[in-house]
């Protein structure tokens, strides 16, 4: 990677004006990298004033109540540890993580819509292991054909994720806006250059 990481990574559009607060579980990892565990900033002081959370960064801006002045909260820890999810639920969202948001007929971004590769007109589920990512002129030139019909091929073969992995992928795609606060929890991980 070229350049400063932080400089590379970290964003301050408007979104960041609204104060959200990175919530970490009791290990110090994200809930969910995409989309990113955030919590508005009244549900980060709320949870901390009830001691659910530890306070691990905080942003210079301050909120009074006329008892109370407190940093807004930028990280904040879980006390109790939630157990991630094993199984992933099927939905669209999950679909394109999985297919890393691209067509997995031509490798197209952006217009996706989804794909039986057994259509349904020749008794194809609506499973994991039958649907795939696929832009619209894909998807139209398909039609309800076979893949050998259509003269089409897979990019790679439709299965069911894992959560770890759909939560590794999530990781490829940060959100618009970071705080410079978040990047030690998000990128944790990540290989550092000798």
Same mark, same amino acid.
């Given at each position: 990677?070229? %350049?400063?990481?932080?400089?590379?990574f970290?964003?301050?559009?408007?979104?960041?004006?609204?104060?959200?607060?990175?919530v970490?579980?009791?290990?110090?990892?994200? *809930?969910?990298?995409?989309?990113?565990?955030? +919590?508005p900033?009244?549900?980060?002081?709320?949870?901390?004033?009830?001691?659910?959370?530890?306070?691990?960064a905080?942003?210079?801006?301050?909120?009074?109540?006329?008892?109370?002045?407190?940093?807004? !909260?930028?990280?904040?820890?879980?006390?109790?540890?939630?157990?991630p999810?094993k199984?992933?639920?099927?939905?669209?969202?999950?679909l394109?993580?999985r297919?890393?948001?691209r067509?997995?007929?031509?490798?197209?971004r952006?217009?996706?819509?989804?794909?039986?590769?057994?259509?349904?007109?020749? %008794?194809?589920?609506?499973? +994991?292991?039958?649907?795939v990512?696929?832009?619209?002129?894909?998807?139209?030139?398909?039609?309800?054909?076979s893949?050998?019909?259509?003269?089409?091929?897979l990019?790679?073969? !439709?299965?069911? !994720?894992g959560?770890?992995?759909?939560?590794?992928?999530?990781?490829?795609?940060?959100?618009?806006?970071?705080?410079?606060? +978040?990047?030690?929890? *998000?990128?944790?991980?990540?290989?550092?250059?000798?």
């Amino acid at each position: 990677m070229d %350049g400063d990481f932080r400089t590379d990574f970290v964003r301050q559009p408007g979104a960041l004006k609204q104060f959200p607060a990175l919530v970490l579980n009791a290990d110090y990892r994200p *809930l969910s990298y995409y989309p990113l565990s955030l +919590w508005p900033w009244q549900e980060a002081v709320k949870a901390a004033w009830l001691d659910r959370v530890d306070i691990v960064a905080e942003y210079d801006h301050v909120v009074r109540s006329p008892s109370t002045e407190i940093r807004v !909260p930028s990280v904040v820890v879980l006390r109790d540890y939630v157990k991630p999810r094993k199984r992933v639920a099927f939905t669209r969202f999950n679909l394109f993580l999985r297919d890393e948001f691209r067509c997995q007929y031509c490798g197209a971004r952006g217009d996706l819509t989804f794909d039986h590769v057994v259509p349904r007109a020749a %008794g194809g589920v609506t499973s +994991w292991e039958n649907v795939v990512a696929a832009c619209s002129p894909c998807n139209l030139r398909k039609g309800s054909k076979s893949l050998r019909q259509a003269g089409m091929n897979l990019m790679k073969p !439709p299965r069911q !994720p894992g959560a770890e992995e759909l939560r590794n992928r999530g990781r490829k795609f940060p959100p618009g806006h970071l705080h410079e606060s +978040w990047m030690d929890f *998000l990128y944790w991980d990540a290989e550092l250059d000798a």
